[in-house]
């Protein structure tokens, strides 16, 4: 099995914190000498009125950390709640309670190449958001980035955690515990200012007449099978299963291939409002590291998620039944990427997955 250290950190690109840490060392003394003026507030939780959590990279990224804010609803249980995230993630965002209004914004740092007139308007975005009065600006990933974002905002207060550096961009810069999973990460912010972890509990859905949901898409096509080990899946489920794949753009090829073999199988198509409303009715859901495992696992849909060589306790599924299949060994392949590899995922077998699905399912 894949051991991975509590000492070294799975979070950023190392090349990335090299670089970031030395700008963040030039940009101290100029906002030190900024800071001086600027009017100092302290934590006051009677006064927390508004709070913006920022949060706007990957999809699931919103459902990991909803622990952390069911928490901030609950503790600050008059405040309201505002959401900035990716334009694709805004339609999602908006059908979660806990988000009293959603903001689309695309952080151009996420962009290659880099585009400096995109961040310049993006500052200008953020500082158009001191009009909401924020009291609670919160950042849960530790990016050096994010943090001149909520720079910007101007709130009257900011927590975050300072890891790429720029501590001196936000109010309350923490520790960053890389160890933990991103859930505990989050909620381990939101603790340092006093918010007790407060999660209410739900019944999993049982769905028996459902479908077994396939989902090969990723945003990173090293984070997801090959074709031929999809359609190996597929033959040894079909022969006792209902079975439904989700069209998008990753899986074209693998559904005309599908056609060909002229397989019995639903093809879901439909945006992510659909998706996320035919999803609450199926019964279980394979895919890789990505959006659509978190989305079940919080609609309470049992997951089976399959991970390469990224360390699985870091991003897995938070969920009621959710079972996590990785390669034995650590990776010993000549790949590009600092931590993701195709060939590792690929080493999963699609007869490990049926079995973990039977188990998963309760069938001997």
Known sequence: MYRYSNLRQEIFNPNFIFVSKILSGFLNPIYFFLNLFKTKSSYNKDKIKTIVITEYYCIGDIYIILPAVESLHKHFF??????ICSIEAEPLAKNIEFFDEVIPFNAPWKEK??????IWQSRDFARSLRDKDIDLAIDFRGDIRNNWFLYQIKSKYSIGYNFTGGHYFIDKANIFPHHLHQKDRALNLVNSIGVKPFIKRKEQRRNQSGYIVLHPGAGDSRRTW??????ELIKILSDKHKIAIVKVPETKDLIDELKTDNKSIKIFSGDLIDFNSWLKNQRLLVGPDSMAGHLAAYLNIPVVSIFGSQNPELTKPIGFNVKVLKPNGNCKHNRKHWRLCKECINMVKPSEVFNVINQVLKIK
């Not at 008059?78 to 959401?83: C, E, F, P, R, V």
């Not at 190449?113 to 995109?118: D, Q, R, T």
């Not at 090959?226 to 359609?231: E, G």
């Open 226 to 231: 090959s074709n031929k080990l999809w359609i």
């Open 78 to 83: 008059n405040a309201k709640i505002i959401l």
């Open 113 to 118: 190449p880099l585009n400096l007139i995109k």
